[in-house]
């Protein structure tokens, strides 16, 4: 396939100027390095082929820890115009509101040396990991399911899973609203109902880290975080209840697609247009799957405070375990920004992105509203992840957004190649990283080397401004699904 | 260089996993994409096929009934744990799909699972017909 051409703005910006059918230019933040392997795969096609989708506001943006994905490439991000524009499941992904939330505790690692193991133990057995494992105290009823997926976290809060202050410290008090569940299909409600309260498996994880270096004194303390401190990271989403809304939609969408007269270089870029009914739909469908996600990290987070009042015989209120804050990877959202000096709600597609909204958004809790949004962006299970703090050049340049991780750059046939023979368990152990995984084989996929170095995606956002470094944390233990 | 009348292979992609399947006839490409499918989950060998299940698609084309046949087997999966290990494929209309898989129940005792399989995705979805039958080509959301 050809090289597609791209115009060097900066060290950190590269234009993808329009051509045919293009409505708008595309802009990859990477480093002239990174670019090479991105150039790799099609996302760069990618990119291009989201400018052409109608009603796009601004430009085809892409995320340093971009990939190829499946239409939208991973990393990407898009807004569209309320009254002209389309929404597309592809834009959002099959894990609706995969996302991550941090949270931090009063304890120093010293505290917790030499239980690691207890700890992962206890999390192994309290938070259901791999296919088909559910806790056994728990029975969603239809019921309660809708509920679910109407209220999302504050239904759990609700059920006794965590506090009432957790919900200011989750993007959009997780609840996204608009949220209808007589629009998702009874094979997604079905699927829904046996995965409530679970971690599903691949990539997703909780972790136990500490704060190793912090790089803004006074953003971190607004955080509450401090060097050395314990701090836990826990990722999942809406299991199989959003991929089966994302399939179900496509469906949808490709009708649409004919009917509407949309024309698309990629089916699985199917879309409608916002306002029409398949467009309303789709997002109040999404806007379920989204609040079964916040959820169901509501759930787990209740379940790693629990694990670790076991094995250390201490209280919450000793224990700390505060929620930092839970972003959303996958999402489609309405919200408000500048274009042209002008204030318009957009529908802004983040797949494999996140929101970084600066100091003053009227969006933050009141705690964070001199600091801007905390951003956490996990890397792989040996190195380090990083909380990052939103930006107004955010706000200006990718409608309040950011990388969300590190982004493959191995297959997993690949990685496999790589781990051949080779005991990722015993290696990372050697590092002082201990690990608890439902199945040898999905480790071996998420073997360290299969990921970009998240610090070379964090240092492209930090460079370009789209978000500022706050700390850096590594791992000490991770349970996998 | 393809080897056989019938069978699957993996392509390059980063993110998720890509494969190919090939067969004389349409009912042996839908058996072969469900095999490789099932594969990637887990070792065949290690799964008994004790139970039957019959699955009816409903899509326009054969395409779309191919990726609904499969992510028909992957919501068993994902609900009922369940693992297939024999595929048949009784009619494939063109715009209706009757096939049936058997196999048995996730047990963590005997089964490992490989990779898990979110979603079949239609991204780069292809289903053609070549000099000797048919081939697919189709990404897995993993």
Known sequence: ?481 | MIPSVMGFRFLDHTADVRFEVWAEDLRGLFVEAARALFSIIVDLQTVRPEQERQIEVQEEGRDLLLVGWLNELLFLHDTEGFLFSEFEAMEVGPSRFVGRARGEVFDPERHEILLPVKAVTYHGLKVERTAGGFRAEIILDV
Not at chain 1, 84 to 101: A, L
């Open chain 1, 1 to 481: 396939m050809a090289k597609i051409p791209l115009k060097k703005i900066d060290n950190y910006r590269w234009l993808i100027p329009r051509e045919g059918r293009m409505r708008t230019e595309g802009l990859i933040y990477a480093s002239e390095r990174m670019l090479d392997d991105i150039r790799e795969d099609q996302s760069i096609l990618q990119v291009k082929n989201v400018a052409t989708m109608p009603g796009i506001v601004g430009r085809s943006l892409a995320m340093p820890d971009i990939h190829w994905g499946y239409g939208f490439p991973i990393g990407g991000v898009a807004a569209f115009d309320e009254e002209e524009g389309v929404i597309s499941p592809g834009g959002v992904g099959y894990d609706i509101n995969c996302g991550v939330r941090l949270l931090r505790s009063n304890l120093g690692r010293r505290e917790i040396e030499g239980r690691i193991e207890q700890l992962l133990d206890a999390l192994f057995r309290n938070v259901p990991s791999g296919v088909g494992s559910h806790r056994r105290d728990l029975k969603l009823d239809k019921a309660q399911e809708r509920k679910v997926l109407i209220k999302g976290a504050q239904w759990a809060v609700e059920q006794g899973f965590g506090k009432w202050e957790d919900l200011a410290h989750i993007e959009e008090g997780g609840c996204i609203k608009g949220a209808d569940p007589d629009l998702v299909s009874q094979k997604a409600l079905e699927r829904g109902r046996a995965q409530l309260g679970t971690l599903g498996s691949g990539n997703h994880f909780v972790e136990i880290g500490f704060v190793e270096e912090i790089y803004d004194e006074r953003i971190a303390e607004a955080f509450g975080l401090f060097r050395d401190q314990v701090v836990i990271i826990i990722h999942t989403g809406s299991r199989g209840l959003g991929h089966q809304v994302c399939d179900d939609f496509i469906k949808v969408m490709n009708k649409a697609v004919a009917k509407y007269g949309i024309e698309l270089p990629d089916r699985q870029l199917c879309c409608a247009p916002i306002k029409s009914p398949e467009g309303r739909d789709y997002f109040a469908a999404m806007a379920c799957a989204a609040n079964y996600a916040f959820a169901n990290r509501q759930m787990i987070t209740h379940w790693v405070r629990e694990s670790f009042e076991e094995v250390l015989k201490a209280s919450q209120r000793t224990l700390g375990l505060e929620l930092v804050y839970d972003v959303c990877h996958n999402i489609a959202k309405f919200e408000l920004h500048k274009v042209n000096g002008k204030t318009k709600r957009l529908c802004v597609h983040r797949k494999g992105a996140t929101r970084a909204f600066p100091a003053g958004h009227p969006d933050l809790p009141d705690d964070y509203r001199e600091t801007g949004q905390p951003v956490l962006i996990p890397g792989d299970m040996g190195r380090y992840s990083y909380v990052l703090v939103g930006t107004e050049k955010a706000m200006e340049e990718t409608f309040g957004s950011t990388c969300h991780g590190a982004g493959r750059v191995l297959s997993r046939h690949q990685a496999k190649k790589a781990a051949g023979g080779r005991s990722i368990s015993d290696e990372l152990r050697k590092r002082g990283i201990y690990i608890r995984a439902a199945s040898r084989a999905t480790m071996v996929e998420e073997v360290p080397e299969a990921y970009k170095d998240v610090a070379d995606v964090v240092d492209v956002v930090h460079h370009a401004g789209l978000s500022k470094k706050v700390a850096k944390l590594k791992p000490m233990g991770v349970i996998k699904g």
